[in-house]
């Protein structure tokens, strides 16, 4: 089974701080992805890899930077946190491979965010 | 840009059949896919349609008219464990299939 971990399950951050959220997958997927989700909201993208040291923004990547120097591992960056940024954040992975695998997202289980 | 549509709320009985619409506009088009979300869990992949026409995985179907830039998910024989949050996400453009997701659709279950 595909298994993508992240790093808290929940994070109180004070304003100003910077933060580190990291994810992990163990299937060797060549896409990974970070999403916020707000209630009514959505899914909506930050940031995503389809390889490492890869990297483009989604439709919300103000504020947020990532880092992928290993396959498995990448990691969302808030380099001043804000209180807009509370948030649930999650985590994805997908292959690479094959037309129809890869539009299979995998989610990790999310880190609820708190900035105060 | 993008954006899609789907009802905020469905509520329906054990048993009965219900169907989740999905009208979507984006730039680029690369297919519809469903995600299954239950409270405080993580989104599951449902199914992915590329083509037009009906797409069928046991109690779900998903349903797919780029014509009409619309979609649906259909749940057959609901069951309680169905009560969930449903999604529609479109992928905009081939790079990583990266997806664009709706508002999300609360499904309701009664007994």
């Known amino acids: 089974d595909v298994k993508v971990t992240q790093s808290s399950r929940y994070l109180v951050k004070r304003t100003g701080e910077k933060v580190f959220l990291e994810c992990v997958q163990d299937?060797?997927?060549?896409?990974m992805f970070w999403y916020r989700q707000d209630p009514g909201l959505g899914l909506r993208l930050i940031y995503f890899s389809y390889d490492v040291k890869m990297k483009e923004k989604g439709d919300i990547p103000e504020g947020y930077s990532v880092s992928r120097e290993k396959k498995e591992r990448f990691s969302l960056i808030l380099e001043s946190a804000s209180t807009n940024q509370t948030s649930m954040y999650l985590c994805?992975?997908?292959?690479?491979?094959?037309?129809?695998?890869?539009?299979?997202?995998?989610f990790g289980p999310g880190t609820r965010l708190t900035v105060t | 840009g993008q954006s899609l549509e789907q009802p905020s709320e469905v509520t329906a009985v054990e048993g009965a059949i219900v169907q989740i619409n999905c009208t979507y506009q984006t730039s680029g088009f690369y297919g519809l896919s469903w995600y299954q979300q239950h409270d405080g869990g993580a989104p599951t992949f449902l199914s992915y349609?590329?083509?037009?026409g009906l797409e069928e995985t046991g109690r779900f179907s998903s349903f797919l008219s780029r014509s009409d830039s619309y979609g649906y998910l259909l749940l057959q024989e609901l069951q309680m464990k169905d009560s969930a949050s449903y999604f529609c996400?479109?992928?905009?453009?081939?790079?990583?299939?990266?997806?664009?997701f709706g508002s999300g659709t609360q499904l309701t279950v009664l007994p």
């Open positions: 994805a992975s997908s292959s690479g491979q094959g037309f129809f695998k890869s539009y299979e997202q995998y």
């Open positions: 349609n590329a083509l037009d």
């Open positions: 996400a479109v992928s905009p453009r081939w790079t990583a299939r990266q997806l664009t």
């Open positions: 299937m060797d997927h060549e896409n």
